[in-house]
């Protein structure tokens, strides 16, 4: 009969592997999401409640808008790696999910004076750090 310790050890060693990874598991992980909520101006004055759904995309899609997005002249001779005027139309279609829009019309959104720089920054850094987010590791003392 197992001592009690044995039993503890073997419970942990079930429990242990039950956590483990599959490639299952890997291959079928769903995209992250976001909710992002902020509040709109609206004619008369008043503030109203919107929200947008953003959903990642994958790491060649993201590098693949990277590239066909080149700084210009300028924005190189600057340290740029990207166009930010035509990556953040880009990469704001590709990743807001509600409400579908073009990069056409992002690009509108983005060059329109009605949003101020910080507004529409906030939606760009936002469906950036989605697309670059890493994985949730639980850092803990392992002795």
Do not use: H
Not at 46 to 67: A, N, Q
Not at 96 to 110: D, G, K, L, R
């Amino acid at each position: 009969m197992p001592t009690k310790a044995e039993g503890v050890t073997a419970r942990q060693k079930q429990s242990d592997a039950s956590k483990r990874v599959t490639f299952e598991m890997l291959k079928t992980k769903p995209r992250a999401e976001q909710e992002i909520t902020f509040l709109m101006n609206t004619e008369g004055g008043k503030k109203e409640e919107v929200t947008f759904l953003f959903r990642s995309i994958g790491s060649v899609d993201y590098d693949r808008l990277l590239t066909k997005n080149p700084p210009t002249t300028e924005q190189r001779a600057e340290g740029a790696s990207y166009n930010i005027n035509t990556f953040a139309p880009a990469i704001l279609s590709s990743v807001c999910a509600e409400p579908e829009m073009s990069p056409t019309q992002w690009s509108e959104i983005w060059n329109s004076p009605d949003w101020n720089r910080g507004e529409i920054m906030q939606l760009f850094v936002s469906a950036v750090e989605l697309c670059n987010q890493g994985m949730d590791i639980p850092f803990f003392d392992r002795g």
